[in-house]
């Protein structure tokens, strides 16, 4: 039942003939696995909504390709694509209880009456949705009518499952449960799904991989902790990660194999011989300006680096947000433990060479981690 | 829960009552005339109490008005025939037509839609008199003045455009994710048009029909001009009593009682579509 899917430089173009054409979606291409469940994660307007759409069959592809199989859909009616969606805003029936909007999706299947109230009941019990089965959308609660949208598209059986947002709207402990329960479901069935969300938790937590979406162009495609290890460039960098990646415009300069970062003329981060590999140096040798990046849980706050000044701290129950002025600006480290300084205080900065993210003035990945500081091969850096 | 006090009630209770009398007191007087006598009806002061009589109906159902100067023949029960047969053709043509072009304009934005659209609402601008005459010369020379079909199609103007107008608008209430639901479990696009959008429009759809009739019920111009006697409606036919002996008021009042009776029976019956749709709740996603 489940399959591969492919989308081929995909291109939702509005106005084509217009001379000022909008690029919802541009040449986007993915292959996804059979069983295998993609995220598309990104801001609104970014084009994943688009793309999801172009899948189902409500948008045009301008131009490209979508393949679920070796079956070529992109210009399929809806209905013949073989694919089950949840919508965003619910779409419930208004007339229809949520049981039978739910056994409404099977209709074409034409199941017995038994056998269509048995996996009715399947999945409203997955989703917790017995008490509500015989009321009507409009008299329960906006999660309750997600779960019976997302019922809906569960139900049934089809080679690929669109997954709009689809735990947008539920009560935060209710979707950590039916987040680990909708995962089971797929995977216990060998389901192929595509998610689509703005929220990376929800990415990170169900997806085997990610595609970062931004301006209708794929940033990167990846899963969980790659993105994270290896961001392909400055936007994916910033954009994972929570709090976001501490970023400074620096001017690198290399002498007698000692590399030195510095901004406005004060050093921020100083590497000694011998710690930076030479390839990275080659790297970013001779050039006017690189961006770093630092995660806040990769900043180390001791005796030794950069002078900082304490600005606010804040203990949020199992770690410390600790938001310091040094001389790139403003650094956020975030600590483990508890971390006693008062705002005021003086302390120093340091990330060690193995966590830095070296991006050029461009923003394209030059440099992660491991690589500045080991001696592994170029080839390995992500363009 | 809103709490209103008593002071506040009792003024609601008044206010609503003094509409209802002001609305409804021409009516119940032509009720209370249509059983009078023309001599009952036009004595000064008037009554309330008087004998009433079945003579007006009577007449207006057999046809046959006794005057002073003789006995008039009425063709009153063939004009209401003809006012239910052509308010329910044009009604009906006007939602097979109307009802697909509502969704159209509601959901697909092509080329000139909006203008379409509102050429469309326009032909409710232009006053009637403007189209008759041209039209009564075309009628008469392709053989469609003095036809069912002829004034089924003029009636369009009055209809059409204001059953495309509020069906419209519910259209556009309803989320296209909706129908998208049903087209992607297996079901084709006309499919989810009859079976999920015109249903959940049903509300404006009932509520577009009953007043495209009332206006071509009470239609007046185009049939007076593009219709003879055994095709006009009541609205063109109630002028037959005025007579030469005399306006027949008696008559006129028992014609309105009968004539309103087909647009209430079609309100009453519309009603519960209309309640229907209010309390289904939001259609929007």
């Given at each position: 039942m489940t399959a591969s899917v492919v989308l081929d430089s995909v291109n939702k173009i509005y106005g084509a003939r217009n001379p000022r054409p909008i690029y919802a979606v541009r040449d986007f291409s993915i292959e996804i696995a059979p069983g295998?469940?993609?995220?598309?994660?990104?801001?609104?307007?970014?084009?994943?909504?688009?793309?999801?759409?172009?899948?189902?069959?409500?948008?045009?592809?301008?131009?490209?390709?979508?393949?679920?199989?070796?079956?070529?859909?992109?210009?399929?009616?809806?209905?013949?694509?073989?694919?089950?969606?949840?919508?965003?805003?619910?779409?419930?029936?208004?007339p229809l209880t949520l049981r039978e909007n739910i056994a409404f999706a099977l209709k074409a299947e034409k199941l017995d009456n038994a056998e269509t109230a048995r996996r009715v009941e399947e999945i409203a019990r997955l989703l917790e949705l017995g008490p509500y089965l015989d009321r009507y959308p409009s008299t329960v609660s906006a999660g309750q009518q997600q779960r019976a949208s997302l019922g809906r598209a569960l139900v049934r059986k089809a080679?690929?499952?669109?997954?709009?947002?689809?735990?947008?709207?539920?009560?935060?402990?209710?979707?950590?449960?039916?987040?680990?329960?909708?995962?089971?479901?797929?995977?216990?069935?060998?389901l192929t799904a595509i998610l689509v969300t703005h929220d990376q938790t929800e990415a990170n937590a169900l997806a085997d991989r990610i595609a970062v979406m931004e301006g209708g162009v794929l940033q990167q495609f990846a899963s969980p902790a790659e993105l994270k290890r290896a961001p392909a460039n400055l936007f994916v960098g910033?954009?994972?990660?929570?709090?976001?990646?501490?970023?400074?415009?620096?001017?690198?300069?290399?002498?007698?194999?000692?590399?030195?970062?510095?901004?406005?003329?004060?050093?921020?981060?100083?590497?000694?011989?011998?710690?930076?590999?030479?390839?990275?140096?080659?790297?970013?040798?001779?050039?006017?300006?690189?961006?770093?990046?630092?995660?806040?849980?990769?900043?180390?706050?001791g005796a030794s680096g950069a002078p900082a000044e304490v600005v606010s701290n804040q203990w949020i129950g199992d770690q410390t947000h600790l938001e310091s002025t040094f001389p790139g600006g403003v650094i956020v480290a975030t600590i483990q433990d508890r971390f006693r300084a008062k705002a005021g205080e003086r302390i120093h900065v340091d990330v060690p060479a193995d966590r830095l993210h070296v991006f050029s003035s461009e923003g394209s990945a030059l440099s992660h981690g491991r690589e500045l500081a080991a001696p592994r091969p170029a080839e390995r850096v992500a363009a | 829960?809103?709490?209103?006090?008593?002071?506040?009630?009792?003024?609601?209770?008044?206010?609503?009552?003094?509409?209802?009398?002001?609305?409804?007191?021409?009516?119940?007087?032509?009720?209370?005339?249509?059983?009078?006598?023309?001599?009952?009806?036009?004595?000064?002061?008037?009554?309330?109490?008087?004998?009433?009589?079945?003579?007006n109906y009577v007449s207006l159902i057999t046809g046959e008005l006794k005057t002073a100067s003789g006995v008039l023949k009425l063709a009153f029960m063939q004009n209401l025939l003809n006012s239910l047969i052509l308010s329910v053709a044009s009604v009906a043509l006007s939602l097979v037509l109307a009802v697909p072009a509502a969704y159209a304009f509601a959901r697909y934005k092509f080329r000139f839609s909006e203008d379409i659209a509102f050429t469309l609402l326009s032909f409710k601008f232009a006053p009637p008199l403007l189209v008759l005459l041209p039209l009564t010369i075309y009628f008469q020379q392709i053989?469609?003045?003095?036809?069912?079909?002829?004034?089924?199609?003029v009636y369009q103007l009055i209809t059409l455009p204001l059953i495309?107008?509020?069906?419209?608008g519910y259209f556009e209430d309803i989320s296209p994710d909706i129908e998208h639901a049903y087209r992607i479990a297996g079901h084709s696009w006309l499919r989810s048009f009859l079976k999920i959008s015109v249903p959940l429009a049903m509300p404006g759809i009932a509520a577009a029909a009953l007043l495209s009739f009332i206006f071509a019920w009470n239609n007046f111009v185009f049939a007076l001009v593009l219709a003879s006697a055994d095709k006009q409606p009541v609205t063109v036919g109630a002028l037959a009593f005025v007579t030469?002996?005399?306006?027949?008021?008696?008559?006129?009042?028992?014609?309105?009682?009968?004539?309103?009776?087909?647009?209430?029976?079609?309100?009453?019956?519309?009603?519960?579509y209309l309640?229907?749709?209010?309390?289904?709740?939001?259609v929007k996603g």
């Open positions: 295998e469940i993609v995220a598309l994660l990104g801001s609104s307007g970014c084009g994943k909504t688009s793309t999801l759409r172009m899948i189902a069959g409500f948008e045009e592809v301008t131009k490209g390709e979508i393949r679920i199989g070796d079956r070529r859909i992109d210009a399929l009616a809806p209905a013949q694509r073989r694919v089950a969606m949840a919508f965003e805003g619910y779409s419930l029936y208004p080679e690929l499952y669109l997954l709009d947002e689809p735990m947008g709207q539920l009560e935060p402990q209710l979707r950590a449960v039916l987040r680990g329960r909708l995962k089971r479901y797929l995977r216990e069935h060998g910033t954009f994972i990660g929570e709090p976001p990646m501490n970023v400074y415009r620096v001017k690198p300069t290399v002498a007698d194999g000692r590399l030195s970062l510095s901004a406005a003329g004060a050093e921020l981060f100083g590497y000694a011989p011998g710690t930076v590999s030479d390839a990275v140096l080659d790297r970013v040798r001779g050039r006017e300006e690189v961006i770093v990046g630092v995660r806040p849980a990769d900043v180390r706050v | 829960m809103h709490h209103t006090s008593t002071g506040e009630r009792i003024l609601r209770g008044v206010l609503i009552s003094l509409a209802l009398i002001f609305f409804l007191f021409p009516i119940f007087w032509i009720l209370l005339m249509s059983f009078q006598t023309n001599a009952q009806i036009l004595r000064i002061p008037p009554s309330i109490v008087f004998t009433p009589t079945l003579d053989g469609l003045a003095n036809t069912y079909v002829g004034l089924i199609w495309l107008w509020i069906v419209r030469a002996s005399g306006i027949q008021y008696g008559q006129i009042a028992a014609a309105v009682v009968i004539s309103i009776a087909p647009t209430l029976a079609l309100a009453l019956f519309a009603q519960r309640v229907e749709g209010l309390s289904l709740g939001a």
